[in-house]
């Protein structure tokens, strides 16, 4: 690969013919920052399922009654606005970071690299560093490596299973997950999950075992779109991990403790290459593989230190600063729109959330008897009031309507007792006397107040008379 231009970061097009990429371990100051972030977002996946609130687990898309529990809020279908506004919000966060801070997900946060991570570790823990690896993957067939493989294996389907098993339990609930169980030949324990649990299983063990032991780097570089993004969101300002290559040309090793007049200070030990998980050299420029995760960062401020020269070879820097030599400038028109957008959808979807009452009415005309005539001779209308209880705990509510005088509200039942999460559609009448209430369509509006004065909820319907 000839040496980049110093004019222009280059961008590189994938080179899709790669080996199995087998990266170096390395440890820096950047490395720790990502451990630290990767483990933390491990923990909180694998421990939310398991912590209650209110008697019943706090994150809970329970998609079979299609009630969605975030703690001390319930979502249902008709809360679409919700969980739409939240994927908004996040895809315009992700981009804004991106604008700013470039790959930062990608390197710090990303599932893929996450689970990516925690598989070649298993590897490294089983066979050894890199150099080991690669030999063993070249090794004849034998009993050992057969025994190594097959415990490699063994570890990562345990790993896909807990993945898949804690996946699920979002959905299903952790109770059912872990604790239904029946026996086969009354010995063995064997799950007692319904076939769309068996179903996801097995979908989310497979995803997980073959994105992170076979797709690897080929997720990121062939099939997740946000790489591809990444130069439409870039500008001169965006951080990136980026090699000095006006800095470091010509490379070249040297003997130690010397700084030869023609090299610049790359020694040419392509550590940067043995650490990086995506397998590139991040001296050949902007590459679409590259996640952003600064090991070869770390990696070669390691070697500066060794070799005795300053630190930041490959560093965190902006095109603007690396090359116009400029300041980067940290304020600008695109992030500012995006701060800009970002606080009016979060404030749209605080307001809507504050506003939001947990008490839903719904009222329809019953198609089976919409309007008669009783033995008084008096109209009846009739309606379903479909009532939900949108709290997490029981409540009991009471109906009335304001209409016209002369209109009023026939139920057989004083009160509706109904428990957290339950709707339920109550048949009613509005009975008038034609003489009272005149022809025609009267406006009529249904009431539901909980007992104890906390909800109100309201819709408008009509009484026809004629
Ligand atoms: S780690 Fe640094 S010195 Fe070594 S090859 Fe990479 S850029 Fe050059
Ligand atoms: S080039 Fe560097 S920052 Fe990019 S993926 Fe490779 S090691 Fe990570």
């Known amino acids: ?12 097009e994938v080179d899709a013919t790669k080996k199995r990429i087998h990266p170096r371990f390395t440890d820096g100051f950047y490395q720790r920052i990502r451990l630290f972030s990767m483990y933390f977002l491990l923990f909180l996946f694998l421990v939310l399922p398991w912590i209650r609130y209110d008697g019943r687990q706090a994150i809970w898309f329970d998609v079979p009654s299609q009630h969605y529990y975030i703690f001390g809020l319930t979502l249902f279908p008709q809360d679409f606005f919700f969980v739409a506004s939240f994927f908004i919000i996040a895809a315009f966060t992700l981009f804004m970071v991106t604008v700013y801070a470039g790959r930062v997900w990608c390197g710090y946060a990303c599932p893929q690299t996450i689970w990516t991570h925690l598989f070649q570790h298993v590897e490294k823990w089983v066979i050894g560093d890199r150099n080991k690896r690669i030999k063993f993957d070249k090794q004849p067939v034998t009993a050992s490596k057969v025994a190594k493989k097959a415990l490699i294996y063994f570890i990562w389907a345990l790993m896909a299973i807990l993945t898949a098993t804690t996946f699920v339990s979002y959905v299903a609930g952790t109770e059912l997950m872990y604790t239904s169980w029946q026996s086969i030949g009354g010995i063995i324990p064997f799950p007692d999950w319904p076939s769309w649990v068996w179903v996801s299983m097995f979908i989310f ?111 965190y820097t902006t095109e603007r600063q690396l090359v116009e030599n400029e300041q980067s400038r940290y304020l600008r028109p695109r992030l500012a729109a995006y701060v800009l957008i970002l606080t009016v ?69 004083e009160t509706l007792p109904l428990a957290a999460g339950q709707s339920y559609d109550l048949p009613v009448s509005v009975v008038g006397d034609p003489k009272v209430v005149g022809k025609g369509e009267i406006p009529v509006t249904f009431n539901v107040d909980s007992v104890d004065g906390t909800y109100h909820a309201s819709r408008s319907n009509v009484f026809n008379s004629n």
């Open 1 to 12: 690969m000839s040496a980049p231009s110093p004019n222009k970061i280059p961008v590189h």
């Open 205 to 315: 063990t497979f995803a997980t075992y073959a994105n992170a032991a076979y797709m690897r780097e080929f997720m990121c570089i062939h099939i997740c779109p946000y790489g591809r993004f990444q130069s439409v969101m870039f500008d001169k300002d965006t951080l990136i991990v980026s090699y000095d290559y006006n800095r470091g040309e010509p490379r070249g090793p040297r003997k130690k403790g010397t700084n030869p007049d023609h090299l610049g200070d790359c020694i040419q030990c392509s550590m940067c290459v043995q650490v990086c998980p995506t397998g590139i050299d991040i001296r050949d420029g902007l590459q679409v593989e590259c996640i952003q995760c600064a090991a070869c960062l770390d990696a070669c401020n390691e070697i500066m230190d060794k070799v005795g020269y300053p630190r930041g070879l490959i560093r």
């Open 345 to 413: 959808l979060i404030g749209v979807v605080a307001y809507a959330l504050f506003d939001r009452v947990p008490l839903q009415i719904d009222v329809r005309g019953d198609r089976n008897q919409l309007s008669s005539t009783n033995a008084e001779g008096q109209v009846v209308n009739s309606y379903i009031i479909k009532i939900t209880n949108k709290t997490q705990q029981r409540q009991e509510y009471k109906l009335s309507i304001s209409a016209a005088e002369g209109l009023s509200l026939r139920t057989r039942m």
